[in-house]
């Protein structure tokens, strides 16, 4: 008798993107990739705008904190603001915003001009990246087609900030500094004319705005980026860094409270304590903190020690972008197959062993620089690979409505971590090479550090993250 064979069902097709939504996502991770790069262009070109615009030794930081301490201390305000008035339009007046600023800074004739422009700068990204992020979230539906563009979007995020540094030494060697600003007004014109005819406008719930908490939250944000800026450059002990540093907590701890009994919360505390939104931004916050600082560090290294030009220190970090852009193609297989959890722990696990063993690199030559470009490229994709976890991880599980929260808390994750790392690791290598006199030993031990914070990091996230997708 034969016996009948009955077929499994067939699994179900792989979800494709619609062309609409692919252009879309061309509109939106082209913003995001913009700004990531205006993050790093300039760092290689500070001693050029410095000796063309007159900025003393000491003041040179300002040039890129203008920038981040807007970024960073808004960047949740602005997100709550494209909830309710509308992502488009705040992506929109981002991108105008990016154009104007960057057509000052380009045009500056002093230092006080090209830090206006700096801060316009700032304040696009904080108004154009939570908005951009959340209309990527909400013109996917969750799963694998928008685990596919947070893909693509932490890849370019990571090599933004590598072709921020690649551009700005081709652009300062060959053209001039200027153009490392006036390369955004074309193409924060384009988004300008496209955006409207291709992205739907999108919000959350319409509530009133929350004063109190707004308040806080963004003089919170403002003082610790200032206090940890100016404990870099002045000293942790100075009266400028406690008293800046104080305020952040003070304020910090008050929105705290203040978000636990408002009607109508700026940022929801049900949302503040999901394990997802906490844990991941946690890592997010690890990864861009060291890893800036760990780009910053090498940057002198090639400069101090090696004697590179800006120009050849530009390019030596092509590897790390070519090995992030790889990583980036790869993690949305990885998280598929591992989950959220281990893709998040095993990427700050490599970052933190490619940051170590940059610790053998000793004065230069040829074996130097091939454990540097295998260590950053390791590093690269450990770090993209971090980005995708974290940014899944923080953005899922929430509806529609509390995008642009969870959007605005990723983006202030990054920006702050951005701005964090450099002042205190930089801290770190002053403080040691004028203690033993050999810039070298003062960097080694910066970057022991960096990777020591990155694997306490690693495994905080993964206990953190008890439950996998």
């Not at 960073?72 to 154009?99: E, N, P, Q, S």
């Not at 870099?232 to 701890?253: E, R, Y």
Request: glycine share 12%.
């Amino acid at each position: 008798m034969a016996t009948a064979v009955i077929d499994a069902p067939a699994a179900p097709p792989t979800p494709r993107m619609t062309s609409r939504q692919r252009l879309v996502l061309t509109l939106l991770l082209g913003s995001q990739f913009m700004l990531a790069v205006d993050f790093s262009i300039l760092n290689v070109a500070l001693p050029d705008i410095g000796h063309g615009l007159g900025f003393s030794l000491s003041n040179l930081q300002w040039i890129s904190t203008a920038m981040m301490l807007p970024s960073a201390g808004f960047a949740l305000l602005f997100g709550r603001f494209a909830d309710m008035a509308g992502r488009r339009k705040m992506l929109l007046i981002g991108m105008a915003l990016l154009a104007a600023g960057s057509l000052v800074g380009g045009l500056a004739t002093t230092p006080a001009i090209l830090l206006v422009g700096r801060v316009a700068q700032g304040l696009a990204c904080a108004l154009a990246t939570p908005a951009a992020l959340s209309l990527l979230t909400t013109s996917l539906p969750e799963g694998p087609l928008r685990d596919k563009a947070l893909a693509l979007n932490g890849t370019l995020l990571s090599a933004g900030f590598t072709v921020g540094a690649i551009f700005g030494g081709i652009l300062t060697d060959l053209l001039s500094w200027r153009w490392a600003f006036f390369i955004n007004v074309p193409v924060a014109v384009a988004i300008l004319f496209a955006a409207p005819g291709v992205i739907s406008e999108s919000r959350g719930e319409r509530t009133k705005l929350d004063i109190p908490g707004a308040i806080t939250v963004t003089g919170g944000l403002l003082a610790l980026v200032y206090g940890v800026t100016a404990g870099g450059q002045d000293g942790w002990a100075a009266p400028v860094t406690l008293i800046t540093l104080a305020a952040a907590v003070v304020l910090l701890g008050a929105f705290w409270f203040i978000e636990l009994r408002a009607k109508a919360p700026l940022a929801s505390v049900r949302v503040l304590t999901r394990q997802t939104v906490k844990w991941g931004n946690f890592g997010g916050l690890i990864t861009f903190t060291m890893q800036s600082s760990a780009i910053f560090l090498l940057t002198l290294y090639l400069q101090d020690v090696f004697g590179y030009t800006p120009l050849q220190t530009g390019l030596t970090f092509c590897g790390f972008g070519a090995a992030a852009f790889t990583g980036g193609l790869l993690a949305p297989r990885l998280l598929g197959r591992f989950g959220n959890r281990t893709l998040l722990g095993a990427g700050l696990l490599v970052q933190a062993v490619a940051t170590g063993a940059l610790f053998l690199v000793g004065n230069g030559g040829g074996s130097a620089l091939a454990l540097l470009l295998a260590a950053t490229m390791a590093s690269g994709v450990g770090h993209v690979s971090v980005i995708v976890a974290y940014m899944v991880t923080a953005t899922s599980g929430l509806s529609d409505s509390e995008q642009g929260l969870a959007s605005g808390l990723a983006s202030m994750t990054q920006q702050v971590g951005a701005t964090l790392g450099i002042p205190v690791l930089s801290s770190i290598a002053t403080a040691r090479t004028a203690a033993t006199g050999s810039a070298l030993e003062g960097i080694h031990l910066a970057l022991l550090v960096n990777a020591s914070i990155v694997l306490v990091g690693a495994v905080l996230s993964y206990t953190g993250l008890r439950t996998r997708r």
